[in-house]
């Protein structure tokens, strides 16, 4: 079912649907084109977060079914079905695919939301067509890439070629499973690649269902498989794999140090890495009237949405003490009630559960840190007690007189919560800013450009914005700076990210 009409469905309907999908989704091994059980047959429960049940049993692939992958990966890139086919034909499939994955929207959708707890409405207004303009940008660069020829003496010709890496691993996580999971494995697949994705093992329904429409859309076997597990098991083994030539990361800090030092211990293979982050939001002191009022709104969603679980985050705000009043005043207003609640499947509903009751668990625990640390918790501070118990649900907070070196303000909350932190200054608010091992996304809030612009320039992270937030599209680079990460998704240096160059010198004499 599409967008437009999945938009139609009542709460009653996705019920009804959420229910069939949970018997029917494809749990197993993604490999060969074919779905299997792990070798050892292993599998562990997919847990619900709304309410703790079992959705279903999940496959748990380990080393040997990653060893079998990678053997598969390697014979289709040999081969050249995939790595050499001709760029037009590869975009094809592509766009194919594109299609594919706008006409069973309603079906892609549910899954995350079934898997993580994410709103169905959200899915359909956001991450649904983002994955579909992720497939579709990157085809369209299919054909854009090219080498280059460098200045030499007359008897000379050098060229640049780039060319595809071999079998590339890619990591994702579960805040954004299939989104997340396609800014990796979709640049890699148009650069040619051999891609094996190992997905959050909470979320694996919809990076199935994906990879299976990749191969309905004409793509070879050999060059998309998927093979959920532990991270420890699954994961590791793919990210040491001797003949895995790049792995490709989303997910936390701490998870991608260990990325990095599996590379060094095994082949040196390439890893790009995109972690953890803990956004600054200055809000400065020149603002008033609509400006305000839009800076207020846009903070509310930069923090509540996707009940907080985003990477990039406004998650800590920075604000004038000569506006602070009003902007709390403000916060507090527009942003108490603005995300309640609810069952996910609930098209009205904006605020699922957290992705499992130890995030939940979690989560409360730095608000209790935080109010141990001297913070105010103004609004929120706790799980609904409307019904929802059995959920790993916690309600927007927002945390006042929170000091830059508190652990709420240094710490990824992950979660619908916001730390303020008052400002006397420029100078003050850059270095309450950068007071992080992060640097993902920030923003300022002003109506003076060349205050802006000095922000732009003196805030360390990969994405910033001025007078907007969670804005951009696939032509924009994100990435972080510092401990947020190394690389960039979107973008047409992403794809290039997925390719070698190869310098050929012709002596022609
Ligand atoms: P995570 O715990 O680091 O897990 C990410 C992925 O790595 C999962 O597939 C996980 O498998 C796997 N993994 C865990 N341990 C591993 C190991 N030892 N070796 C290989 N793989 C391993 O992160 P998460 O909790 O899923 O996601 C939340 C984090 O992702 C946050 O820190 C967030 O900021 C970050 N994030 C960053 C971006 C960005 O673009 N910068 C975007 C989204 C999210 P399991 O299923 O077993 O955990
Ligand atoms: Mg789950």
Known sequence: MNLEKAAELSHAEWR???????QSAETRLFIGGQFVDAIDGGTFDNICPVDGSVINKCAAGKKA???????????????????????????????KWAGLIGENAAELALMDTIDMGKPI????????????????????CIDKVTGSVTATEYDVMSTVLREPIGVVGCISPWNYPLLMALWKIVPSLAAGNSTILKPAEQSPLSCYRVAALFVEAGGPPGALQVINGLGEQAGQALARHMDVSKISFTGSTEVGKLIHAYSGESNMKKVSLECGGKGPQVFCEDLEGELLDRAVTT????IFFNMGEVCSAGSRLIVHAKIYDEFVAKFIEKGKDAYICGDPLDPAVNLGPLVDHQSQARVLGMIDKAKSEGGRILFGGAAPANGLEKGAY?????????????????????????????????????????????????????????????????????????NAF????????????????????????SLLSYMNTKAAWFRLN
């Open 121 to 140: 409405s959200d899915m359909l207004k956001a991450d649904i067509p983002m994955c579909i303009n992720t497939v579709e940008y990157f085809a369209e």
């Open 16 to 22: 009804e649907m959420a229910a069939k999908l949970k």
């Open 65 to 95: 079914d990653i060893d079998k992958a990678v053997e598969i990966a390697k014979r289709s890139f040999k081969s050249g079905e995939w790595s050499r086919m001709a760029p037009r034909n590869r975009m094809a499939v592509m766009y």
């Open 470 to 493: 969670e804005e951009g599209d696939m032509t924009q680079p994100f990435g972080g700076y510092k401990q947020s990460g190394n690389a960039k998704d979107k973008c047409f240096e």
């Open 394 to 466: 916690v309600i927007p907070t927002m945390i006042t007189g929170v000091k830059s070196n508190d652990y709420v303000a240094q710490n990824e909350v992950f979660g619908p919560v916001v730390s303020v932190i008052k400002v006397e200054s420029d100078d003050e608010a850059i270095e309450v800013a950068n007071n992080s091992v992060y640097g993902l996304q920030g923003s300022v809030w002003t109506d003076n450009y060349r205050r802006a612009m000095r922000y732009v320039r003196e805030i360390e992270c990969g994405t910033f914005l001025v």
């Open 299 to 302: 903070a509310i969603n930069g």
